[in-house]
């Protein structure tokens, strides 16, 4: 079944259905032949660029699912710009597979929509730390915790 994406609560369910790990769902939204970059510091960055629906699929989802036991978006904010390109900023919320300790990295993807359905998608991302090793830092450095400059939306 191919979904068609042209509008932003569109967008909001692809990444509940990646959240819940609904890879088949998500996939039904992209292109046959997108385009998917990774950010630079992410595990997945060792074959960036993927490219058709077969390299994403066992280059990104099968190997979500094989190395985190979580991975969702927390979508803070959509744009949709001209052109079909759609900017998402939010934060990724993960465990890597066998760790007890979560990490949290601030993440923008850019989506290309043609004809309904995502032609590519760019991912620009933070480097991951865990809530862990954020709180022994802040621990060892006697210091304020970090508070980050972006609102949370309602």
Request: net charge neutral.
């Amino acid at each position: 079944m191919f979904l068609s994406m042209n509008t932003i609560p569109d967008l909001e369910r692809l990444y509940a259905s990646l959240g819940e790990r609904d890879y088949e769902t998500v996939m039904s939204h992209l292109a046959n032949d997108i385009v998917w970059i990774v950010a630079d510091n992410s595990p997945f960055a060792d074959r960036s660029p993927y490219h058709g629906i077969v390299d994403v699929r066992s280059g990104i989802f099968d190997r979500l699912t094989a190395g985190f036991d979580k991975l969702v978006v927390a979508v803070d904010e959509i744009f949709e710009c001209e052109g079909g390109k759609v900017v998402v900023l939010g934060y990724y919320h993960g465990r890597f597979r066998g760790r007890a300790e979560e990490f949290k990295a601030q993440v923008a993807h850019i989506w290309t929509i043609r004809e309904g359905r995502a032609l590519s998608s760019s991912n620009i991302s933070t480097r991951c730390r865990s809530h862990a090793t954020r709180e022994r830092s802040q621990a060892t450095s006697n210091s304020k915790p970090e508070q980050s400059p972006h609102k949370s939306l309602p």
